[in-house]
C-alpha cells in the first residue's frame, strides 16, 4: 500500500514562512509526479505547485515567485517552501502523488494518492 505522510504545518505570522513535507512510503514502482492542493473554509480544493518526473516544476499564479516545490527522489519525499505568507494562504494542505504501485507479477497502473492533510494558518 502506498501512504504519504504530511508534516510541517501549523500557525504563522503575516510575512512569515513554513516548509512542508510529505514523505511516500510503501510498494511503489515509480512515481512520476509530486504535488501540493490547499483547501481553505468553504472553498473547493486548489491546486498549488507540483514538480514531474522530470524535474520540471509549475505553480499556481497565487504562489508563483513565493512558494517553492522541491524534491528528494531517494526519499521519496516532495517539500514545498512557503514564503511571504498572507492570510489568504490559510488552508488545508494536501499532498499529491502520482505513482504505480509495486506489484507482482508487473506494477500497477499510475493511481493518484493523497496525503492526510497538514494545517496551515496565517494570522496575527
Known amino acids: 500500500q502506498v501512504q504519504l505522510v504530511e508534516s510541517g504545518g501549523g500557525l504563522v505570522q503575516p510575512g512569515g514562512s513554513l516548509r512542508l513535507s510529505c514523505a511516500a512510503s510503501g510498494s511503489i514502482f515509480s512515481i512520476h509526479a509530486m504535488g501540493w492542493y490547499r483547501q481553505a473554509p468553504g472553498k473547493e480544493r486548489e491546486w498549488v505547485a507540483e514538480?514531474?518526473?522530470?524535474?520540471?516544476?509549475n505553480y499556481a499564479d497565487s504562489v508563483k515567485g513565493r512558494f517553492t516545490i522541491s524534491r528528494d527522489n531517494d526519499k521519496m519525499t516532495v517539500f514545498l517552501q512557503m514564503n511571504s505568507l498572507a492570510p489568504e494562504d490559510t488552508a488545508i494542505y494536501y499532498c499529491n502523488v502520482r505513482a504505480r504501485p509495486g506489484r507482482l507479477p508487473v506494477p500497477g497502473p499510475i493511481s493518484t494518492y493523497w496525503g492526510q492533510g497538514t494545517q496551515v494558518t496565517v494570522s496575527s
Open positions: 514538480v514531474t518526473s522530470g524535474g520540471n516544476t
